[in-house]
T-cell receptor, first 120, second 111 residues
Framework: EPEVTQTPSHQVTQMGQEVILRCVPI?????FYWYRQILGQKVEFLVS????????KSEIFDDQFSVERPDGSNFTLKIRSTKLEDSAMYFC??????????????????FGPGTRLTVT | KNEVEQSPQNLTAQEGEFITINCSYS?????LHWLQQHPGGGIVSLFM???GKKKHGRLIATINIQEKHSSLHITASHPRDSAVYIC?????????????FGTGTRLQVFP
């Protein structure tokens, strides 16, 4: 069964360093997401990506964050200068069709296993 | 105020018991999702609902759109069902299908 993969599973970095979290979505999926979960808190939306551009981003997704799909298979989240509060589990997800705008239905999202980012 | 509320926050059960987890939401939705988060952190999609009821094995999910309420039921619970169960919604007002998550219900099933 196809699955979303993420690497690394755990990343430890020092404050101020850049990190790149990598995801390989399911191959025929078109819509991609990053979410994060700070320890003990609920999962939060960061950004959605379709057709090689950001379709929506949250207030959390400030100038320190960027996403790209460099080669048609990988989907990356870069944090330019990490802060202690960036420590969290980061989840990538993908779905098979574009999100609908006020449509009657939406599409199942498939989640990767997550990358645990620890900023020291 | 959270747009997605779950209850209870924590639930313990004996093996074999029937379990119900509730989710209420305050916005118009295009779909409601039930997800399972394992102790290691991974998230698995269990159901996506926009109306009615769905069943998969021992799991049943129902939704009442008028009341903005959904329930997840587990019949004949087993220790391997121990996990965090999360309700999430896609809002009609959003341009994308991004998910808005509840805080989760931690379920522990004892033998």
């Amino acid at each position: 069964e196809p699955e979303v993969t993420q690497t690394p599973s755990h990343q430890v970095t020092q404050m101020g360093q850049e990190v790149i979290l990598r995801c390989v979505p399911i191959s025929n999926h078109l819509y991609f997401y990053w979410y994060r979960q700070i320890l003990g808190q609920k999962v939060e939306f960061l950004v959605s990506f379709y057709n090689n551009e950001i379709s929506e981003k949250s207030e959390i997704f400030d100038d320190q964050f960027s996403v790209e799909r460099p080669d048609g298979s990988n989907f990356t989240l870069k944090i330019r200068s990490t802060k202690l509060e960036d420590s969290a589990m980061y989840f990538c997800a993908s779905s098979s069709t574009p999100g609908t705008s006020g449509g009657d239905y939406s599409y199942e999202q498939y989640f990767g296993p997550g990358t645990r980012l620890t900023v020291t | 105020k959270n747009e997605v509320e779950q209850s209870p926050q924590n639930l313990t059960a004996q093996e074999g018991e029937f379990i119900t987890i509730n989710c209420s939401y305050s916005v118009g939705i295009s779909a409601l999702h039930w997800l399972q988060q394992h102790p290691g952190g991974g998230i698995v999609s269990l159901f996506m609902l926009s109306s009615g009821k769905k069943k998969h094995g021992r799991l049943i999910a129902t939704i009442n759109i008028q009341e903005k309420h959904s329930s997840l039921h587990i019949t004949a619970s087993h220790p391997r069902d121990s996990a965090v169960y999360i309700c999430a919604v896609s809002r009609l007002s959003d341009n994308t299908d991004k998910l808005i998550f509840g805080t989760g219900t931690r379920l522990q099933v004892f033998p």
